[in-house]
């Protein structure tokens, strides 16, 4: 008998099919778990936005919209990292619209 190193066909098959098992239970968690990311992201983003509206309304006595923070350098975005869009109200409520799908 010869002295083989290395694998069978059948065993490099069998890992293969394990990974690919561990691959198909992990993906539907990874998604779930970046929603989640994203829906905290946007909520933070909004307590961002509001501390800016505080700011600019201190610096010129007004409630700003969201378009004159993004030109006024206070935030970068006038959207959430999820795609929703951020409003201010004429009393200076900031939320975030759910974006459509």
Do not use: W
Request: overall charge neutral; charged content about 20%.
């Amino acid at each position: 008998m010869k002295n083989e190193n290395g694998f069978t066909l059948i065993e490099m098959m069998i890992v293969m099919l394990i990974i690919a098992v561990l691959l198909i239970i992990m993906i539907p968690n990874v998604l779930t778990q970046q929603n989640a990311v994203e829906k905290k992201g946007c909520e933070a983003y909004i307590k961002t936005v509001e501390a800016q509206v505080q700011a600019y309304r201190l610096e010129h006595n007004e409630i700003p919209s969201m378009e004159q923070l993004v030109t006024g350098k206070y935030v970068k975005e006038s959207t959430c990292p999820d795609g929703s869009t951020i409003t201010i109200s004429s009393e200076g409520v900031v939320s975030g619209a759910k974006r459509k799908q």
